[in-house]
């Protein structure tokens, strides 16, 4: 039976970190639910890449800021009224 250590350490039994597929590192919660201790993996949503490398896209034109594409969002809506 697992046992509490002098500094707040508990090992989890291996068929536990088989279970829930916990690697080391893992980051855990611990709920308190009245006088039940409730343990549960982070869940963390993987990173499509995009974030970390643009070139994913493949895109290798100019690069604008926001307040450049919004004056030309702003611009062709102008036309388009004028033509409407």
Known sequence: MPTL???GDVHIPDN???A???????ELTFERQGDAIVMRPVK???????EEDP?????TGQTVTL???DNVIAKG???????A
């Open 44 to 50: 963390t949503i993987k990173s499509s890449g995009v």
């Open 20 to 26: 829930l597929g916990l690697k080391p590192g893992a």
């Open 5 to 7: 250590s002098i500094h």
């Open 55 to 59: 070139k994913i896209l493949s895109y």
């Open 67 to 69: 307040e450049e594409m």
């Open 77 to 83: 809506t102008v036309s388009r009224k004028k033509n």
């Open 16 to 18: 536990v970190i088989r």
